[in-house]
């Protein structure tokens, strides 16, 4: 961590304006939905119980797989159709995956997945399993499975929901809450039962006062929740600068060792509909946008629908060369074509022209350093992976990178120092192993 720390974070342009106001598109898959057999580390046939045959008929809510070992997780179906097997295709991730192929029918008929259950006569211990039964993952990018944060709550004090959102473009959060607020209060007071806290705060940015005033407006008897305005900075949507804004804490490896969970806003809403409903996660609101896609917007789509029929029904794209990035432009993964699906921790397609950006050597003016959230020093560890130092790249820290992109998006010579550092834990990790 440096010395001397300086802002540790920025405000960054957010282009919300784009899709925030717009209504959201509801997409169905043309000819078939691929659901990805990829839940943590858990990837393929190999570490799931395939629960379905080939030429079987299943509906929304069918449960197709589980894993078999490890942290549980079922895998629940978003279209109704006929399962026709399994295919390897590109995954968000940048890895062949293999995926269950759904033959739709169209018609979206449901089962429903499991009964619900109503939580304020339940234990902590049964909604805890419920929300683990339920598949409910976070929905905010990493997809880790919710219960695990539950499971041992000593020590936390209160629950964080973050509906801060503060890469650019991305807006799905925005709507979900917009949207939804009921069941996103509903999702916080179960979140609030399960941590066995007393106060659980909702995290919205203050340039969202219409957000702001949607949620309070709907708080209604509950006890314990509140809505906590924070400032529009990146990346203030990182659990540790969360944690850093709302308790004045600073933590090792996990935000219970300040004394909170943080949880994503949409798995709060997620949540409420699988105890109210029964349903599990089958559709993702994914925002849609950028500078070289025609038609920006929010889009719901089932689980596995692909990327090529979501970018055709936004208009396609307005350049030749593209970079398409799953996720934001920050934090996403740009990938060389759009035969990828959404996945349940998809919340964003970011499409921007393909733009040669020529790099200087560096100034050595440490704003890298300055604004790393993590209080890193990204410029050390570059030129640390430059001399194959692995030494230095250890002492620098680099394994703390949470890979925001701040030291890359500041950076007055245009150096790639993310990509650098990125490399760097790569090669820790090989060593380790």
């Avoid at 695990?148 to 473009?169: F, M, Q, R, S, T």
């Avoid at 007071?189 to 340039?207: F, G, L, N, P, R």
Wanted: aromatic share 6%.
């Amino acid at each position: 961590m440096s010395l001397f720390l300086g802002s540790m974070s920025h405000h960054i342009p957010g282009r919300k304006e784009l899709t925030d106001s717009k209504a959201v598109v509801r997409l169905l898959p043309k000819k078939e939905a691929y659901i990805p057999l990829v839940a943590g580390r858990a990837a393929g046939q190999n570490s799931f119980n395939i629960l379905v045959e080939e030429g079987e008929a299943v509906q929304v809510g069918t449960k197709l797989a589980e894993t078999k070992s490890g942290m549980y997780v079922p895998i629940y179906s978003s279209v109704s159709g006929t399962y026709k097997g399994i295919v390897k295709r590109m995954h968000s991730t940048l890895r062949p995956q293999e995926h269950m192929v759904i033959e739709c029918d169209g018609k979206q008929t449901s089962v429903q997945a499991f009964e619900p259950l109503d939580y304020k006569n339940a234990t902590r211990e049964e909604c805890v399993d419920f929300v683990k039964n339920a598949g409910i993952v976070g929905l905010g990018g990493a997809g880790f499975p919710t219960y695990v944060k539950y499971g041992k709550p000593d020590g936390v004090e209160c629950v964080l929901i973050n509906a801060v959102e503060c890469e650019p473009y991305i807006t799905a959060d925005y709507r979900n809450v917009m949207d939804d607020p009921t069941d996103l209060i509903i999702g916080a007071d179960i979140m609030k039962k399960m941590a066995d806290v007393q106060h659980v705060y909702i995290c919205i940015k203050e340039s969202h006062p219409d957000l702001i005033a949607k949620v309070k407006e709907n708080l209604g008897g509950y006890q314990g929740i509140e809505v906590r305005p924070v400032p529009d900075v990146y990346p203030m949507g990182w659990e540790r600068v969360l944690v850093r804004e709302v308790l004045h804490r600073e933590y090792n490896n996990l935000p219970a060792e300040a004394g909170a969970i943080v949880g994503n806003a949409s798995s709060a809403i997620a949540i409420a509909k699988a105890f109210t409903k029964g349903e599990p996660i089958h559709e993702k609101t994914v925002t849609v946008s950028g500078n070289a896609v025609k038609n920006p917007q929010n889009v719901v789509v089932p689980v596995g629908t692909p990327v090529s029929e979501i970018m055709e029904a936004c208009g396609g794209y307005t350049a030749e060369t593209v970079r398409l990035i799953a996720g934001g432009p920050m934090m996403g993964r740009t990938i060389v074509n759009d035969l990828f699906v959404v996945d349940r921790a998809t919340n964003a397609i970011t499409v921007l022209e393909d733009v040669a950006d020529d790099a200087i050597a560096c100034l050595r003016c440490g704003r890298c350093s300055d604004h790393c959230p993590s209080g890193l020093q990204p410029v050390r560890i570059k030129e640390a992976v430059q001399k194959n130092d692995l030494d230095e790249m250890i002492k620098r820290g680099a394994s703390s990178c949470i890979e925001c992109g701040m030291c890359t998006y500041i950076c007055p010579s245009h150096i790639d120092v993310t990509e650098h550092v990125r490399k760097a834990k790569r090669v820790i990790a090989m060593k380790k192993k």
